[in-house]
């Protein structure tokens, strides 16, 4: 248990469909991340989060569009996506890293099938 | 753009053996991480190294860095079959921007296996 919860673990949708995957972090840290991790590929930053205020979009389609209301929760809201898009989806939280302290901590992730 | 590259990609070993895996980066960073993960389920960080710094150690993990080289070896010893999982380094390069954000770059892992 590294404090970072993610919901749903699993979740199958069709390339119609709106979901949203939720993030919640216990650890007081100021900075949230969604990665996504297909196989066979590095692990892809999609997201980041300092102090509620988004930093960093590494160019994702706007299918997918974060969200976070305040620091300890981040959604990620999912409308008509692809094939493609389907892979483990990975939360993540860290102190600011301004601190100094960038170890992250991640959730068990989401694995999401887009049929 | 994909920052650490590990070698091999896969390693299988016996049990009580020691395993080493190697990650080579490109450019400078302020510090090098390793993640472990067991299958489809999150990273769990094991180990952060930083830039000035070029051994270190905890319990049966030996973190090298060597800078001028910009590589990384992760030696576990000892071996169990618990350590079975895949492994990632992660460079934190800076410099920061914005309000604090930094961007953590992952390469695609070294998968060990660890025969009982």
């Known amino acids: 248990e590294t404090g970072v919860t993610q919901t749903p673990r699993h979740l199958v949708m069709g390339m119609t469909n709106k979901k949203s995957l939720k993030c919640e972090q216990h650890?007081?840290?100021?900075?949230m991340y969604w990665y996504k991790q297909s196989a066979k590929k590095p692990l892809e930053l999609m997201f980041v989060y300092s102090l509620e205020e988004r930093v960093e979009n590494n160019s994702v389609p706007s299918r997918f569009s974060p969200e976070c209301p305040n620091s300890s929760h981040l959604f990620l809201h999912l409308h008509t996506l692809q094939p493609e898009d389907s892979a483990l989806y990975l939360c993540?939280?860290?102190?600011?890293?301004?601190?100094?302290?960038?170890?992250?901590?991640f959730g068990q992730g989401t694995r999401l099938t887009v049929v | 753009s994909q920052q650490g590259e590990e070698d091999p990609q896969a390693l299988s070993i016996q049990e009580g053996e020691n395993a080493t895996m190697n990650c080579s980066y490109k450019t400078s960073i302020n510090n090098l991480q390793w993640y472990r993960q067991n299958s489809g389920r999150g990273l769990v960080h094991l180990i952060l190294i930083r830039s000035n710094e070029r051994e270190k150690h905890s319990g049966r993990l030996r973190v090298t860095l060597d800078t001028s080289k910009k590589s990384s070896s992760l030696l576990i010893t000892a071996s169990r079959a618990a350590d079975t999982a895949s492994y990632f380094c992660?460079?934190?390069?800076?410099?920061?921007?914005?309000?604090?954000?930094?961007?953590?770059?992952f390469g695609k892992g070294t998968k060990l296996s660890v025969i009982p």
């Open positions: 650890l007081g840290h100021n900075a």
């Open positions: 992660a460079t934190d390069e800076g410099p920061y921007s914005g309000a604090g954000s930094y961007q953590l770059t």
């Open positions: 993540a939280s860290s102190q600011d890293p301004v601190s100094g302290i960038t170890e992250a901590f």
